[in-house]
């Protein structure tokens, strides 16, 4: 049976064994982005610096080890922010291995409290994907995140990054909804997670907003309980459910490409997915729901390099 490719854009896979890595390719994930995070508190910037070299070389070679494509993004998440005179060598790390094109994207980064401490080290960190131009991959915390997203947006305008070098991760149908009528055109983020988003609910999403323009999924899987696989149990869950293959394909694996400007050469060939011959006529293939239009206040659409936009 031929097993979908798919992307996962936000994991922390070495915090997992090499079982579940096996498990997360078996389940047809071909490329997954490790983001850094420590479940400690750095008591100064060795911690971080250290955790970079892990993920660049041991993590690196890992994920390779199980035909899976890394795509590494290092900065310093808000719940491990070292002391303050500790956040510029951390930074002139990941510059360093940004120059050395190690690093695909700068993340995880965000609010988690909104301290003005996280606030002065998201903005640093916004800076810096603004200037070495680099897809900023940005968290939302469970607790307070619609507050946290306002200040966070503030943030972004504030280091001038285009909303198209962003996402937006953890988000809810809801705050998707809100940030469609912003006008804005970040990548949006969705976590298949217990506590975060259900596949039931992306489903309902999809049909209302008739696209997935933006949107990724992700399994955040990390030493909280989630699962490798959740990606493509999501895709597996949504077909179940009636959404049409090819935008099941556009949400698991095209849009995650596009935001991080992969090549299909990039994938392994093997890997690389089935054309399709036209896109699909609607969103909901059992349905016969014919593909509505973008929500009110939504950008205009513009061609994709990857094909129609869905
Ligand atoms: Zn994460």
Redo the contacts with the bound molecule.
């Keep these: 049976m031929t097993v979908q490719p798919r992307i996962d854009p ?1 994991t ?1 896979t070495f915090l997992r064994g090499d079982e579940d890595l096996s498990a997360m390719r078996s389940s047809g994930v071909c490329a997954a982005v490790v ?1 850094a ?1 420590l479940p400690v508190t750095p008591s100064a910037s060795s911690s971080l610096l250290d955790l970079f070299t892990w993920l660049d070389t041991v993590e690196r070679e890992r994920l390779v080890k199980h035909d899976i494509e890394p795509i590494i993004a290092l900065g310093i998440h808000p719940r491990c922010i070292p002391p303050v005179e500790d956040v510029e060598p951390v930074l002139d790390r990941v510059r360093e291995l940004i120059d050395r094109k190690r690093v695909g994207a700068i993340g ?1 980064i965000g609010l988690e409290t909104g301290s003005n401490a996280e606030k002065g080290v998201l903005l640093r960190q916004l800076e810096l994907a603004r200037e070495l131009q680099l897809l900023a991959i940005v ?1 939302t915390p469970r607790a307070n995140k619609s507050d946290r997203l306002s200040e966070t947006l503030e943030l972004i305008d504030r280091a001038g990054i285009a909303s198209s070098k962003i996402i937006l991760d953890h988000l809810t149908p809801e705050l998707v909804a809100a940030l469609d009528s912003d006008g804005r055109d970040f990548w949006m983020g969705l976590t298949v997670q217990s506590g975060k988003t259900r596949p039931e609910e992306i489903a309902a999403l999809i049909q209302s907003r008739g696209s997935v323009h933006r949107l990724l999924v992700s399994s ?1 899987v ?1 030493h909280q309980p989630s699962d490798p696989c959740a990606v493509a149990w999501t895709a597996q869950r949504l077909e179940a459910l009636g959404v049409d293959p090819t935008v099941i394909d556009r949400l698991t694996s095209f849009n995650a490409m596009e935001a991080l400007q992969m090549t299909r050469r990039s994938i392994p060939r093997t890997r690389e997915p089935p054309r399709r011959a036209a896109p699909p006529r609607s969103i909901h293939r059992r349905r016969g729901r014919r593909a509505s239009r973008p929500a009110a206040g939504a950008r205009p659409r513009r061609p994709s390099p990857l094909g129609p936009r869905l």
């Design positions: 936000h922390h983001c995070f995880e968290h955040d990390s």
